[in-house]
């Protein structure tokens, strides 16, 4: 999640240069909405963006990417082929690349705008939030209760984003303008469960073991050559309630990114 918010410092000289520097952002940013209101003709929607939001659009690019590269791998006739699984994972961290980028451009140029912060924020829930759930899915997360926690890990990074969104106002800055903290883990720290969801793919720990003979990828293909399943298999096996206890770390991961009392300095 970039620094792409204003807001005033606590005392002193730092408030003061903070309240300049909201001022003039407003102005800003209120030209930019009066330019996304205006019928000012065809792309007039484009014209109004800064750099810094065009960098945005290319993380929710990559994060799009990603969420693809997984379903071509669901319907590839070969389970035992993962390019589409490493292109899905490679995804995700170039969006991180771009979602700090963005930031620095703005602060650069001394443009920033409200529609850049709504932005950032539905990119950072396509590229670190749909897009490693899917790829867990395409890695053998398939059962109903995995799918119900996957959601609930996509839902929790909504909600954290939309906090983020309507308090960054209140939480305490420092001489640029720059919050000291986040409330909650930052939804792009998902990007701790796709490095080990990519030390599953390295050592083939994909799809599930069935009970006996051959092995199962994640939509039911029979392949022997390279796939071990999940690590830590499956619970309940054949029940309504089976899950595979992995996808515990999306529900830690959720909990702390809703959580009100875990504080994350900023860089």
Known sequence: MSRRSNGTSNSGPEQEKATTNTQSSDKRQN????????????????????LADFITTLNCFCGVMSIFSSLRYC???????????WLSLGFMPLGLFFDFFDGKVARWRGKSSLMGQELDSLADLVSFGVAPASCALALGLRTPLDHLLLTFFVVCGLL?????????AQVPKDATGKSKYFEGTPIPMSLSIVAFMAVWVWNGWVG??????GLLSSFG???????????????????????HPVVGLF?????????????IPKP
């Open 208 to 213: 599930e073991m069935p009970s006996e003979g």
């Open 31 to 50: 030209k930019q909405a009066q330019l996304l209101a205006a019928d000012a003709g065809h792309f007039s929607m484009i014209r109004a963006l800064h």
């Open 160 to 168: 954290r984003l939309a906090r983020f969104n309507v308090t960054v």
């Open 75 to 85: 319907l590839s006739p070969d389970p035992s082929d993962f390019t589409s699984l």
């Open 221 to 243: 293909k029979s392949d022997s050559r390279a796939l071990h399943g999940v690590p830590w298999g499956m619970w309940g096996q054949g029940e309504w309630w089976a899950v």
């Open 251 to 263: 529900v830690t991961h959720a909990c702390l990114m809703v959580s009100k009392t875990v504080r």
